[in-house]
């Protein structure tokens, strides 16, 4: 059976969305896994690109053209410029895509990035995608943001918040839940028969026996207990400074942070190019490169579409595992 194509929202069509996604094509229009765009093909100037009216159009066509479901623009396009008039073509491709992977009529959910203040400034009230996909495809617990690239996983157990707001949110009810959702993705759809769970304490030294804070003994230490008794393997609060070099990081297979940039620096530093973000708990399947918009380097010719790739071939292969499963 032919997979189903994934849908690849637009994101801010002012950053390198539609640089990478070209490139992407490129890459992929051979080999697969077959995707088309939801967005205005004044986003990919620089490919062959085919309109469409249907997912189910896309495969078809993807070895000779990139598919484009068009969501036109309601603002001309100026690169490195976002334009606040388009933000509501932005959220609606999202919508979108979600409405067709919820429908089964595609395989998973990639988005391009957004740029976030231009869409907030235009009334929308999510923080992120991870949010919104809560909102738009949660399955009863909270999305859980998942960054992956080879040799590590990281989890922000809170996320796109302030600093000091996530200090104040953080609890042990949260780490728990989410350890959960993330030990049951690891055994779905990263074919993990006993994922290893670290957890990364709050303070320096992991609070230091309580003499620097004792949030790592009250609320993170608890979380552990717990995820043990539901028989996850979880161990920790670690140092978050020493838990992921090389040696440490061949002990686990995703780490628990307890805020984004705890999480999100050491990915980043280790593999931009090739970071994949990966939203967990969700009806759907969805991934999206670990960059943001780039808006200072659109237009440009200087984007990396590694991290795209990584992200339509990650959802691919979720997609092609999830349809073995539930094949008769
Ligand atoms: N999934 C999403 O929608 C995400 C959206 N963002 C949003 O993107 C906007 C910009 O965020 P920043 O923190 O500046 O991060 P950014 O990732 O857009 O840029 C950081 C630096 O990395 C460079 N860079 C990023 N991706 C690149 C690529 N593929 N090839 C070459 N260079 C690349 C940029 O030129 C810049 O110098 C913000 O509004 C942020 O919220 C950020 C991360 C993810
Ligand atoms: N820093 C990661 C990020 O901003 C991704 O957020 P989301 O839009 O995927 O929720």
């Not at 066509?61 to 933000?87: M, Q, V």
């Not at 040696?247 to 780490?255: F, I, L």
Request: charge should be negative.
């Amino acid at each position: 059976m032919t997979p189903l194509p994934l849908a690849l929202t637009m994101g801010e069509p002012a950053g390198i969305g539609g640089e990478t996604t070209a490139k992407a094509w490129r890459a992929l229009r051979e080999s697969g896994p077959a995707f088309f765009l939801i967005g205005d093909p004044a986003q990919c100037p620089d490919v062959p690109t085919t309109m469409i009216e249907a997912p189910e159009q896309a495969a078809a066509a993807f070895a000779t053209a990139l598919p484009i479901l068009p969501r036109p623009l309601a603002a001309p396009l100026r690169l490195g410029h976002p334009d606040p008039a388009n933000a509501p073509a932005v959220i609606g491709a999202i919508e979108q895509a979600v409405q067709l992977a919820l429908a089964g009529r595609v395989g998973a959910v990639v988005t391009n990035p957004i740029q976030k203040a231009v869409l907030t400034a235009a009334g929308f009230r999510h923080p992120g995608h991870t949010e919104f996909l809560g909102e738009l495809a949660g399955d009863g617990g909270p999305p859980v943001m998942m960054l992956a690239c080879p040799g590590l996983r990281v989890v922000p157990v809170t996320i796109h918040v302030a600093l000091a707001e996530a200090l104040r949110s953080l609890t042990t009810a949260m780490i728990v839940e989410q350890g959960r959702i993330v030990a049951a993705a690891l055994r779905r759809d990263f074919g993990l028969a006993q994922p290893r769970l670290v957890i990364a304490g709050l303070n320096p030294h992991a609070g230091e026996a309580g003499t620097m804070g004792r949030e790592d003994i009250e609320i993170v230490a608890p979380a552990i207990a717990a995820l043990r008794a539901a028989g996850i393997a979880a161990r920790g609060p670690l140092p978050a400074d020493t838990m992921f070099t090389p040696r440490a990081r061949a002990g686990y297979d995703a780490a628990l942070c307890m805020y984004h940039d705890q999480a999100l620096i050491p990915i980043k530093t280790l593999d931009m190019d090739g970071g994949v973000n990966v939203t967990l708990g969700l009806r759907i399947i969805r991934t999206s490169p670990d960059h943001g918009t780039a808006l200072d380097i659109a237009g440009q010719g200087l984007a990396d579409p590694g991290s795209l790739i990584a992200a339509l071939r990650l959802a691919g292969e979720m997609a092609a595992s999830r349809a073995r499963e539930s094949a008769p």
